[in-house]
């Protein structure tokens, strides 16, 4: 079913169907904003956020969506900085460098291991003969 949400953007109500969080229009405005970044970076790779949104009219922080989204990677020199947010290195697009995303990774894995280890103890079967109360009948014989 449809969902009804409010648009990022121009926030109207229109009805979400996935993806970013905008109406029809503005989707294809966002679309051909990038389409001009793209274009615009493709001719003049080193230019810095401030210049491609000079010249493109769009927004600086649209572009840094762009690159979170790692729909947009910044060129090796240039000078737009993007850092990795875990250890501060620069990075070309997304959230993280190589080395912090192999580690989240990682981490991830430990800890969902360490569950099950966690877990499997728990399940060690209860020794009822070392626990339990008895009575014995001494004469019984
Ligand atoms: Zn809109
Ligand atoms: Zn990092």
Redesign the pocket.
């Known amino acids: 079913m449809p969902e009804i949400r409010y648009?990022?953007?121009?926030?109207?109500i229109?009805q979400y169907m996935g993806g970013p969080v905008?109406?029809?229009?503005?989707?294809k405005?966002d679309d051909e904003e990038f389409e001009k970044v793209r274009a615009f970076l493709k001719e003049y790779p080193g230019a810095t956020m401030q210049e491609v949104s000079n010249a493109t009219g769009v927004k600086p922080s649209k572009i840094n969506r762009w690159l979170k989204e790692e729909r947009l990677e910044v060129s090796e020199g240039s000078p737009v900085a993007l850092n990795c947010e875990r250890c501060g290195v620069r990075i070309r697009s997304g959230r993280f460098c190589i080395e912090c995303s192999k580690m989240l990774a990682r981490e991830m894995m430990q800890a969902s291991g360490d569950l099950r280890q966690r877990l499997g103890r728990e399940r060690v079967p209860f020794e009822k003969d070392e626990f339990g109360l008895y009575y014995k009948h001494k004469n019984e014989t």
């Open positions: 648009c990022k953007e121009c926030h109207r229109f905008l109406c029809s229009y503005c989707r405005k």
